[in-house]
């Protein structure tokens, strides 16, 4: 079966920092892109960022940009989203999924609040 | 950046109706749209890829068309499962982006 399990969340003051983590089961990761996306309170759904199978390739919202850092390690099975610098607005649960550009699956989610 | 602007934002429908949802790109997007649905407090679930293919396991009861700037997700006869969320996702360019949703709620 095919499983995503993100950790990591929790509570954090403005300007703090927290590294989120997602442990694959269940397919070859290394042969995967894996994306991040986030949720706000009541909101929709927000891209975050994506990696290459390799680590050589990464794309981030303009929001997020020299604030966040997406990172892998297939020998783990993992992704993580270093972020730094946070914000109340980057308050949401945070998804990691499997895929490129169309995700499927998603793990259940981390919810990060950003609060003093 | 491709704004996607889903429409209606909510609709109250029976079990056995069938329903459309709309999603519009700012831009041209191709066929390179996706559907999810999401339940309360639940991951959002991939329904359909390049605006009409169902992705293994999806009922066939789903269905989307469209290319260019429309697009819909159909639902021919609502099941009391399909009460959720749904949002469409274009993946022409980065940043990818998600229309705001349709809550699908029972009449």
């Known amino acids: 079966e095919v499983q995503l399990v993100e950790s990591g969340g929790g509570l954090v003051q403005p300007g703090g920092s927290l590294r989120l983590s997602c442990a694959a089961s269940g397919f070859t990761f290394s042969n995967y892109w894996m994306t991040w996306v986030r949720q706000a309170p009541g909101k929709g759904l927000e891209w975050v960022a994506n990696?290459?199978?390799?680590?050589?390739?990464?794309y981030y919202v303009d929001s997020v940009k020299g604030r966040f850092t997406i990172s892998r390690d297939n020998a783990k099975n993992s992704v993580f989203l270093q972020m730094n610098s946070l914000r109340a607005e980057d308050t949401a649960v945070y998804y990691c999924?499997?895929?490129?550009?169309?995700?499927?699956?998603w793990g259940q989610g981390t919810l990060v609040t950003v609060s003093s | 950046d491709i704004q996607m602007t889903q429409s209606p934002s909510s609709l109250s429908a029976s079990v056995g109706d069938r329903i459309t949802i709309t999603c519009r790109a700012s831009?041209?997007?191709?066929?390179?749209l996706a559907w999810y649905q999401q339940k309360p407090e639940k991951a959002p679930k991939s329904l359909i890829y390049g605006a009409s293919n169902l992705q293994s396991g999806v009922p066939s009861r789903f269905s989307g068309s469209g290319s260019g700037t429309d697009f819909t997700l159909t639902i021919s006869s609502l099941q009391p499962e399909d009460f959720a969320t749904y949002y469409c996702q274009q993946y022409n360019s980065y940043p990818l982006t998600f229309g705001g949703g349709t809550k699908v709620e029972i009449k």
């Open positions: 990696i290459k199978q390799d680590g050589s390739e990464k």
């Open positions: 999924a499997r895929g490129r550009v169309t995700l499927d699956p």
């Open positions: 831009q041209g997007i191709s066929s390179w």
